[in-house]
């Protein structure tokens, strides 16, 4: 199919498998990363922003419009927009658009217009307001091209779908190189959750453990109460009144008080586990990752490696499979400020 030639020649799938000799051996583990950050624009934001376009392009609409919290989901709406002739417009919270600087640029450089959302807390919450109002008045000529397994439906159906594509390849790569077996534990980051969905999605027929790795200031399955946002009731930060709390994270993509319904699913049927970690114990696996492997992670992805390297005691020869959906050049600018 067209979606299927795209995602080859031009994102570059099938990403590969990756062994870390180095950290495995030194946390008693076998741990092996799904690189979904060596994508084209440095995440697994593509697979899905590649469908939707197409989607938006069949449906004969002009312009695009998008949300974005770390950036990734914005620069990969502007490379597809750009690449297939639609107008893209990118809402992120002000805060975002200070902390990620770069990708801002990236996205202008695409041809992309960046709008900051000035409500609220500034961040992803509010750039997904922003995107919904400019979309629900023009929805003649624009679709909404969202990041992540959440909103109303069909999205988070959608975007599991074309996310998928990371756990059909993982499940058949891991067969190979496990002889025929399945791992351990199967982990990764959520936010909104779409990276996770995508390589839960071909796992969770199997006897694998799944692990989504929270931020400990935006635990929505961990903390939170079944809630209405965004248009999908799902576990939500929320107050006594069942306000809608700030998330508070290191990592702008992971900033959200929500997660993707199906989450919410996988976490209350008890097939899923949704742990957190401290933006302290993060900053510690971002160069843990980096000086044993040689691999520098997104912020997102750091918390996994926080995640791995605090339970490792618990899992000694147990083989750890982690979806690393995103490299840090993002962060690194951020991540200089805080270790000088």
Not at 84 to 92: A, E, F, N, P
Not at 311 to 317: I, P, R, S, V
Not at 321 to 331: P, Q, T, Y
Request: charged letters at 20%; hydrophobic letters at 40%; a negative charge.
């Amino acid at each position: 199919s067209e979606l299927d030639t795209l995602l080859r020649e031009y994102a570059g799938r099938p990403s590969i498998i990756t062994e870390c000799h180095n950290l495995g051996k030194q946390l008693g583990i076998r741990l092996l990363l799904k690189r979904e950050d060596l994508n084209h624009t440095g995440s697994h934001k593509i697979n899905s922003v590649l469908g939707q376009v197409l989607l938006a392009k069949r449906m004969g609409k002009k312009r695009i419009v998008a949300e974005t919290g770390a950036g990734q989901h914005g620069v990969a709406s502007a490379t597809a927009a750009a690449l297939l002739g639609l107008q893209c417009k990118v809402y992120m919270g002000e805060v975002d658009v200070q902390r990620q600087a770069l990708n801002v640029f990236r996205m202008k450089l695409l041809g992309a217009e960046v709008v900051p959302a000035m409500s609220g807390s500034r961040t992803l919450k509010d750039a997904v307001n922003e995107a919904m109002r400019d979309w629900v008045a023009t929805v003649e000529t624009t679709y909404y091209a969202l990041g992540s397994v959440m909103g109303p439906h069909p999205y988070p159906f959608m975007v599991r779908t074309f996310q998928s594509v990371i756990g059909d390849e993982a499940f058949a790569q891991c067969r190979d190189v496990l002889d025929g077996k399945d791992p351990d534990v199967v982990t990764a980051c959520v936010g909104g959750g779409s990276n996770a969905i995508g390589i839960f999605s071909g796992f969770v027929d199997t006897k694998a453990r799944l692990v989504g790795v929270e931020p400990a200031g935006g635990a929505a399955v961990g903390r939170g109460v079944p809630g209405v946002v965004h248009g999908m009731r799902s576990y939500l930060m929320q107050d006594e009144h069942g306000q809608v709390q700030e998330a508070q994270s290191i990592s702008a993509g992971l900033d959200y008080p929500g997660v993707g319904p199906e989450h919410s699913y996988l976490a209350s049927i008890g097939r899923a586990e949704y742990p957190s970690v401290t933006d302290a114990e993060v900053i510690e696996g971002f160069q843990l990752l980096a000086k044993t492997e040689g691999i520098i992670p997104a912020l997102e992805c750091a918390h996994v490696v926080a995640w791995i390297s605090r339970e490792a005691k618990n899992m000694q020869g147990q083989t750890v499979l982690m979806n690393l959906s995103g490299r840090g050049d993002k962060d690194v600018a951020q991540m200089m400020e805080i270790l000088g």
